[in-house]
């Protein structure tokens, strides 16, 4: 898991290494930029965290 301006997002391990070794997250595991985040997740991350990032993206659904 790692922290967003909106809450915790779930991370499978590969993204979350590859979140780690883009150095993405800070020393409290946060993630300011989300635009990057977003581009480097899996699409089944991005499936699980849909409500997350809807809302970190200002959707209106």
Excluded: W
């Excluded at 997002?9 to 993405?24: A, F, G, P, R, S």
């Excluded at 977003?38 to 659904?61: A, H, K, W, Y």
């Amino acid at each position: 898991m790692v922290s967003v301006m909106r809450g915790l997002m779930m991370l499978c391990n590969t993204c979350h290494e590859q979140v780690i070794h883009d150095k993405l997250v800070n020393e409290k595991n946060y993630v300011a930029d989300h635009e990057a985040l977003f581009d480097t997740i899996c699409p089944g991350c991005t499936d699980i965290n849909r409500p997350l990032i809807d809302d970190m993206l200002g959707s209106s659904e």
